[in-house]
């Protein structure tokens, strides 16, 4: 059921502006998310119900020609400046640094050294009746860190030992004022175990009652992984084919399938791992956003079956998409990813016990694996140095790699320059980061991905907006606040009002366009996890010169009313700015007597 004509918008004061209504039916999103905040950023329910719809098969690769949507793009970068010891090193000065795209260098445009406050976390208190995606006090940075359980991608022996590392780390070793979240990503997507809090006690509690899961290549012998990921099968000459009574053409089928049908199954669990690990980042860049700094996501892992010999390597298709969207929002919210291998020390005595025969099958079969642990290590580590963060791995101290993941971002200096809009290929965009000091480590996002997936927010608006709904974090790139109103009867049902507002900051405003602006609103009532009212409308138009100081200091109020019996019900309301595809989202709990 939609109600799209009980939509109204209220700005404050703001009567001189210009509107234009345009109702799209189921909505439609897209974001790349940069400001906002909440309280149970992680922590939101996620209603399920809602279909994870297939994204545009776009790969950079086929894209010839960028086009721009605005001329002037900033392009952050956040840097970590360490001594041999690790220690930061704090002082530098703006001419102590240079900046290379693609080997040429930048002119800086913003600097900044920014210390991470450690005061304990204080959330926004909302008033009764109110709920918000505000998830911290001030502007100012704190050390925020996620830490994501991986089920989907990790041995499951190895999960235990990594949970137990992580109870040590928790208990013993975690930085006073330090914030963590905790989550976990397993078959099912990702699942929220406890939303940010500055007391890790609650976090071990929470982490207890944690349990395995059989990951995606759960099954799936290592030759055949090695097979899935190289493309080249793993074929043992040893296995008997039985042919007799049976057509040449047939017995060569019959022979592939023996051979090569695990590769098939293996390469769909592949993809399927692939899948939920880059949704699971989208949503969570997408929950921190709107917090200020630069964040840390340690990934306890058992390694991510693909081989990445460069940036674009992701299997093509919408995978293509999904992981250049996911790279972008995890630049965007400044997040650095820091893998830690849950597998610890891995070794390969054990080769010969699974391989029949000898020779030439054993020697190719120890190869392959061989070069799957080493891709694999390589992968986690690309992943990090994209993202600026750290991999660690051949160690069993898996506690000490917590610890320096989540203390990496207490200091750091965020730099700034404007990207050549010029240039419109489109492609990876390689950064090198050179400090003048002697001894310096420097630890900077290697590059970003300029494709029309990553600048232009219109081709994935409908995709994103669904991702939202379905995400079980809140959006906080727009800081939201909802409020309910009375209930009047209408029939069998009651009508209940509500109320959201936006910060007027988040909104954009094109004034190369006339101070052109597009909001775009929907909302779902869900009961027992099923869609109960669906409401949704896009808002247009263009603002009078005199009322964008207005717009800036009181904000947008959407105001609109949702028809339901009586019961129990979970809304869930995702607001997107389309100009800039930054994305807030709510989830506002009501009962209808």
């Given at each position: 059921?939609?109600?799209?004509?009980?939509?109204?918008?209220?700005?404050?004061?703001?009567?001189?502006?210009?509107?234009?209504?345009?109702?799209?039916?189921?909505?439609?999103?897209?974001?790349?998310?940069?400001?906002?905040?909440?309280?149970?950023?992680?922590?939101?329910?996620?209603?399920?119900?809602?279909?994870?719809?297939?994204?545009?098969?776009?790969?950079?690769?086929?894209?010839?020609?960028?086009?721009?949507?605005?001329?002037?793009?900033?392009?952050?970068?956040?840097?970590?400046?360490?001594?041999?010891?690790?220690?930061?090193?704090?002082?530098?000065?703006?001419?102590?640094?240079?900046?290379?795209?693609?080997?040429?260098q930048q002119k800086l445009a913003a600097y900044e050294e920014v210390q991470a406050t450690h005061l304990a976390l204080a959330a926004p208190a909302p008033q009764k009746g109110e709920f918000s995606n505000l998830a911290v006090s001030g502007d100012a940075p704190r050390t925020i860190t996620v830490i994501v359980v991986d089920t989907i991608n990790t041995p499951f022996m190895d999960q235990a030992y990594g949970r137990q590392q992580l109870l040590k780390y928790l208990a013993d070793r975690v930085e006073p004022g330090q914030?963590?979240?905790?989550?976990?990503?397993?078959?099912?997507?990702?699942?929220?175990?406890?939303?940010?809090?500055?007391?890790?006690?609650?976090?071990?509690?929470?982490?207890?009652?944690?349990?395995?899961?059989?990951?995606?290549?759960?099954?799936?012998?290592?030759?055949?992984?090695?097979?899935?990921?190289?493309?080249?099968?793993?074929?043992?000459?040893?296995?008997?084919?039985?042919?007799?009574?049976?057509?040449?053409?047939?017995?060569?089928?019959?022979?592939?399938?023996?051979?090569?049908?695990?590769?098939?199954?293996?390469?769909?669990?592949?993809?399927?791992?692939?899948?939920?690990?880059?949704?699971?980042?989208?949503?969570?860049?997408?929950?921190?956003?709107?917090?200020?700094?630069?964040?840390?996501?340690?990934?306890?892992?058992?390694?991510?079956?693909?081989?990445?010999?460069?940036?674009?390597?992701?299997?093509?298709?919408?995978?293509?998409?999904?992981?250049?969207?996911?790279?972008?929002?995890?630049?965007?919210?400044?997040?650095?990813?820091?893998?830690?291998?849950?597998?610890?020390?891995?070794?390969?005595?054990?080769?010969?016990?699974?391989?029949?025969?000898?020779?030439?099958?054993?020697?190719?079969?120890?190869?392959?694996?061989?070069?799957?642990?080493?891709?694999?290590?390589?992968?986690?580590?690309?992943?990090?140095?994209?993202?600026?963060?750290?991999?660690?791995?051949?160690?069993?101290?898996?506690?000490?790699?917590?610890?320096?993941?989540?203390?990496?971002?207490?200091?750091?200096?965020?730099?700034?320059?404007?990207?050549?809009?010029?240039?419109?290929?489109?492609?990876?965009?390689?950064?090198?980061?050179?400090?003048?000091?002697?001894?310096?480590?420097?630890?900077?996002?290697?590059?970003?991905?300029?494709?029309?997936?990553?600048?232009?927010?219109?081709?994935?608006?409908?995709?994103?907006?669904?991702?939202?709904?379905?995400?079980?974090?809140?959006?906080?790139?727009?800081?939201?606040?909802?409020?309910?109103?009375?209930?009047?009867?209408?029939?069998?049902?009651?009508?209940?009002?509500?109320?959201?507002?936006?910060?007027?900051?988040?909104?954009?405003?094109?004034?190369?366009?006339?101070?052109?602006?597009?909001?775009?609103?929907?909302?779902?009532?869900?009961?027992?996890?099923?869609?109960?009212?669906?409401?949704?409308?896009?808002?247009?138009?263009?603002?009078?010169?005199?009322?964008?100081?207005?717009?800036?200091?009181?904000?947008?109020?959407?105001?609109?009313?949702?028809?339901?019996?009586?019961?129990?019900?979970?809304?869930?309301?995702?607001?997107?700015?389309?100009?800039?595809?930054?994305?807030?989202?709510?989830?506002?709990?009501?009962?209808?007597?």
């Open positions: 059921m939609r109600c799209c004509s009980l939509l109204t918008l209220v700005l404050f004061s703001l009567l001189s502006s210009t509107y234009l209504l345009a109702q799209r039916p189921g909505g439609g999103g897209g974001s790349r998310a940069t400001s906002g905040n909440r309280n149970a950023t992680i922590g939101a329910p996620m209603p399920h119900g809602i279909g994870n719809p297939p994204l545009p098969p776009v790969h950079y690769a086929d894209e010839s020609r960028i086009e721009f949507k605005s001329q002037t793009v900033l392009v952050q970068v956040p840097v970590v400046v360490t001594d041999k010891s690790g220690a930061h090193i704090h002082g530098l000065g703006r001419d102590d640094f240079q900046v290379f795209e693609n080997s040429k914030v963590l979240a905790l989550v976990t990503l397993g078959s099912k997507g990702m699942r929220v175990i406890h939303d940010l809090t500055s007391d890790p006690a609650v976090l071990v509690r929470a982490l207890k009652r944690v349990n395995g899961e059989l990951p995606a290549m759960q099954g799936v012998d290592i030759d055949t992984q090695a097979a899935t990921v190289t493309g080249s099968p793993i074929t043992d000459p040893s296995l008997p084919v039985t042919s007799a009574g049976l057509g040449g053409d047939v017995a060569a089928q019959l022979q592939d399938f023996l051979l090569h049908g695990d590769a098939t199954i293996g390469s769909m669990q592949q993809q399927r791992a692939i899948e939920a690990t880059m949704r699971g980042f989208l949503s969570i860049a997408w929950s921190l956003s709107g917090i200020p700094g630069r964040k840390s996501l340690i990934w306890l892992t058992g390694g991510f079956p693909f081989y990445m010999d460069s940036p674009a390597a992701v299997p093509g298709g919408y995978l293509s998409t999904l992981y250049e969207q996911a790279m972008q929002a995890l630049n965007d919210a400044e997040i650095s990813i820091y893998p830690v291998d849950a597998r610890g020390l891995v070794g390969f005595s054990d080769a010969s016990s699974s391989i029949r025969g000898g020779g030439a099958a054993f020697a190719r079969s120890l190869s392959a694996r061989s070069w799957l642990q080493n891709s694999t290590l390589g992968t986690l580590k690309d992943f990090a140095e994209m993202t600026g963060g750290r991999a660690f791995y051949n160690t069993n101290d898996l506690a000490t790699s917590f610890q320096r993941a989540a203390t990496d971002s207490s200091s750091y200096y965020l730099l700034g320059y404007y990207l050549d809009t010029k240039n419109s290929k489109g492609g990876w965009r390689q950064l090198r980061v050179k400090v003048a000091k002697p001894g310096a480590q420097v630890r900077a996002r290697s590059g970003f991905f300029v494709t029309a997936a990553t600048v232009d927010p219109e081709l994935s608006r409908k995709t994103d907006m669904q991702l939202a709904f379905a995400s079980p974090f809140d959006s906080t790139g727009i800081p939201l606040t909802v409020s309910w109103g009375d209930a009047t009867a209408n029939g069998g049902k009651k009508k209940v009002g509500f109320m959201v507002h936006l910060a007027g900051t988040a909104v954009t405003v094109d004034q190369g366009q006339n101070n052109h602006f597009s909001l775009e609103f929907n909302a779902i009532a869900f009961k027992k996890e099923t869609s109960a009212a669906n409401i949704g409308q896009t808002i247009e138009g263009n603002f009078a010169p005199a009322a964008i100081e207005k717009l800036k200091t009181n904000g947008v109020n959407f105001k609109s009313a949702v028809e339901l019996a009586s019961g129990d019900y979970l809304v869930r309301i995702v607001v997107r700015d389309n100009l800039s595809g930054r994305l807030g989202s709510v989830s506002a709990p009501l009962t209808v007597d």
